[in-house]
């Protein structure tokens, strides 16, 4: 007891309070000194509250289930008091209120509580791997006291049914392959599967795909099913297949022969996917007309407006249009459409052709010939057939086995069905031919003036082909002097550079031309622009396989009583190192681009009388003709040759530059009283002959062939 006595406060005070605790408590007072009565106070309730204990579910933390078979999940919690609540929750903790059942039992101390709540549960795909949470709770400790159990759901094969491959705009195009897969979601895994097509088993080793290699018209509105089964169950899946195609008849209109006045109806059943638009074309020559776009075509009144050919074209999105045709006759007698004149050849078999308009057909086709009716069975020399054609004409042919002179003439042909009769006469004449051996002698003439004309053409090409191979021989050495003079020595005025040839059965030409300007020639002169250095050349670093000698002219300068005089044919000619050469062709041909060989000795070519082709081998010793050609040139002869001016050891030179290479040398036009080169010109008449022409020069001396092979000729440089 707690309290003070003189305040008067006697309350009472529980330690540890435990269950027995729990009760009705009473204060009372005793009577007092003075005789004052006993006294009790109302009563006191002490409830003594216990949590529960943790909440256990009976049948463990995992329970195997099977989808739509009920399950009991029990839950209990113990030792509460007041007794425990407890409640239910799903994997996604929401409260479970259905099916939902609790107890609540007095333990044997009397005072305590035990709850049991039982969840009856229909498992559900949905609810595989899911968690099931019962929590319990009373006043004592509102803290939730929970137990999980984990479920394993096992449930029949859930299947889906879809085309991967083959659709376009979600429909599968005939002769396309279309592959079907079979989706499952099963518990355990799906074992077997079964395909049907229409409800017929598809025979293959397919598991869960089907492959329709190709698709046809018979597949659409097919039904396929996929049929997956496993332990717990067989499920089965549909789809319908929709298959697109083009259009093709199932009956085409068919021909009508109808009377005058009366109805008709054509027909055009068509099969495509999607449904063909039908039209329906009326084809006059002229005209086309619209007539309808169903698959029946109803002509109410035959007339001659209506009748004719009734064209059904049908189409489907995607493929090509197509179309049959139908024609409308109207009953009437026949019509004869042969040429009334026909041929045949005496001695061939003939035939005479009969063609009719006939609608109906014919009942019958009679042959005359000169008033005489013809009777195939009776006479040998005919034989008669007969053709029927859907555009409702019908032909008859009389045939002739054997054609003489007398079948030639008149005949009648007799067609006859039952609205009336036609003829028509025929005239058969003989065909007016060539003989044969006429015929046979033009064509054999024809062959032959053809092959002629062939090895003629043959002929000429090959002679064109071994002239144009004989003009197209490259020479042997090919000599570019483009390097060797600037663009200034090309276009100084100078003479043309000319070659005389003394003999008379042909002609050369000579064309220098520049390997860096193919629109300029090489003038065979000097430059005028002054000095020009040339490269310093050693005659020890070229060498050629027939090892030539040194030059074979004299040397260019000679001594005169006022010094030494210079000799312009060779002092004009170009360094030794140049070569140039001559094509292979004969002496009567135009010779284009070069001179032969070397143009610092002379060169006898004389020509090989087997094959007409020149000997380039060069002659070691001196041509006398070498001498004839310079004196011919009219220019004075020295006392002797005397050593070149390069060999020289107190040669002029002026600024630098040998006197032999510079612009001016030899020409008096250019020249200068301060010039070291003479002041004398030296001619060979002084009193007659002019002095050499400034601009020219005697570029070289080439020894030719003559036209006989034995002498050579001279060729200058003017």
């Known amino acids: 007891m707690i309290g003070s006595d003189e305040e008067g406060d006697y309350s009472l005070d529980i330690k540890d309070l435990t269950l027995e605790d729990d009760g009705k408590y009473q204060c009372q007072v005793s009577s007092g000194l003075n005789g004052e009565p006993a006294i009790r106070s109302r009563y006191a ?23 739509n078979q009920p399950i009991d999940i029990e839950c209990e919690s113990v030792g509460g008091k007041p007794a425990a609540e407890i409640t239910w929750l799903d994997g996604n903790q929401q409260v479970i209120k259905k099916h939902v059942k609790s107890k609540v039992e007095l333990l044997e101390d009397g005072q305590r509580f035990k709850t049991r709540s039982v969840l009856r549960l229909t498992p559900r795909k949905e609810d595989h791997n899911q968690s099931i949470t019962c929590q319990a709770q009373n006043t004592a400790d509102r803290a939730h006291r929970m137990a999980t159990v984990h479920i394993e759901v096992k449930y029949a094969p859930k299947v889906n049914l879809t085309i991967k491959t083959g659709l376009v705009k979600k429909r599968i195009p005939e002769g396309s392959e279309s592959r079907i897969q079979c989706d499952v979601d099963a518990n355990p895994p799906a074992q077997v599967y079964r395909w049907y097509l229409n409800n017929n088993p598809v025979i293959g080793d397919y598991a869960n795909e089907m492959i329709i290699f190709n698709v046809t018209r018979k597949h659409n509105k097919a039904e396929v099913k996929c049929e997956v089964s ?21 009956s085409r209109p068919e021909n009508v022969e109808a009377e005058m006045g009366s109805r008709v109806t054509l027909n055009c059943d068509v099969d495509g996917e999607p449904a063909p638009a039908i039209r329906w074309l009326l084809s006059e020559p002229g005209r086309i ?3 309808g776009k169903s698959s ?46 026909q041929f045949g050849s005496e001695g061939e078999s003939a035939r005479i052709e009969c063609l ?136 100084s005025n100078i003479s043309d550079l000319k070659l005389q040839l003394p003999q008379s059965d042909g002609s050369y030409e000579l064309d220098y031309t520049s390997s860096d300007r193919s629109d300029s020639k090489l003038q065979a002169g000097l430059p005028l622009a002054g000095p020009v250095p040339l490269p310093a050349i050693r005659h020890d ?47 009567s041909r135009s010779l284009q681009g070069s001179l032969t060989r070397s143009i610092d000795t002379a060169s006898t070519l ?46 002029k030179v002026q600024h630098g530059v040998d006197l032999r290479y510079a612009a001016t040398y030899g020409n008096p036009y250019l020249r200068n009283s301060t010039t070291g080169y003479g002041n004398q010109v030296h001619t060979a008449k002084p009193a007659a002959t002019p002095a050499p022409p400034p601009y020219s020069a005697v570029r070289s001396s080439v020894v030719m062939p003559t036209g006989n092979g034995n002498q050579p000729s001279q060729a200058t440089h003017v």
Request: net charge negative; proline share 9%.
């Open 45 to 67: 309730q002490v409830t003594v509250l216990v949590a529960p204990d943790p909440p256990r579910i009976i049948q463990g933390a995992f329970i195997d289930a099977t989808e």
């Open 230 to 250: 496993n332990n717990v169950g067989t499920s089965e899946a549909t789809v319908t297949l929709d298959v697109t195609y083009p259009p093709k008849f199932r």
């Open 289 to 291: 007309g619209v007539k």
């Open 296 to 341: 029946k075509l109803e002509l109410r009144h035959v007339d001659r407006e209506t009748a004719g050919r009734y064209i059904c074209k049908a189409t489907v999105e995607g493929y090509p249009e197509i179309e049959s045709e139908a024609t409308v006759f109207i009953k009437d007698a026949p019509k004869i459409l042969s040429n009334r004149t």
């Open 356 to 491: 009719a308009l006939s609608v109906p057909k014919p009942d019958d086709i009679r042959w005359f010939f000169e008033g005489r009716k013809i009777s195939a069975i009776d006479d040998p020399d005919y034989a008669t057939l007969e053709e029927t054609f859907p555009d409702g004409t019908v032909k008859s042919s009389l045939v002739i086995r054997a054609s003489q002179s007398k079948h030639y003439g008149l005949y009648n042909c007799s067609v006859t069905n039952e609205y009336g009769n036609a003829n028509a006469g025929i005239m058969l004449k003989p065909l007016k031919t060539l003989p044969l051996y006429i015929i046979l002698i033009g064509v054999t003439s024809g062959i032959i003036i053809f092959s002629a004309f062939i090895i003629l053409l043959v002929l000429c090409h090959r002679r064109r082909r071994k002239k144009s191979k004989h003009m197209n021989e490259k020479p042997d050495v090919t000599v570019t002097t483009g390097d060797m003079y600037k663009e200034s020595d090309r276009s």
């Open 541 to 587: 670093e070229f060498s050629y396989s027939n090892d030539y000698s040194d030059p074979a002219y004299n040397e260019p300068y000679y001594k005169a009583p006022s010094g030494y005089v210079y000799d312009y044919p060779h002092g004009y000619a170009p360094p030794p190192h140049l070569r140039v050469q001559s094509p292979d062709v004969p002496a």
């Open 606 to 651: 004389p020509l090989s009388a087997g094959n007409e082709s020149q000997n380039n081998t060069l002659q070691r010793t001196k041509s006398p003709e070498e001498t004839d050609a310079i004196n011919n040139l009219g220019l004075p002869v020295g006392e002797g040759p005397p050593a070149p001016i390069y060999a020289q050891p107190n040669a």
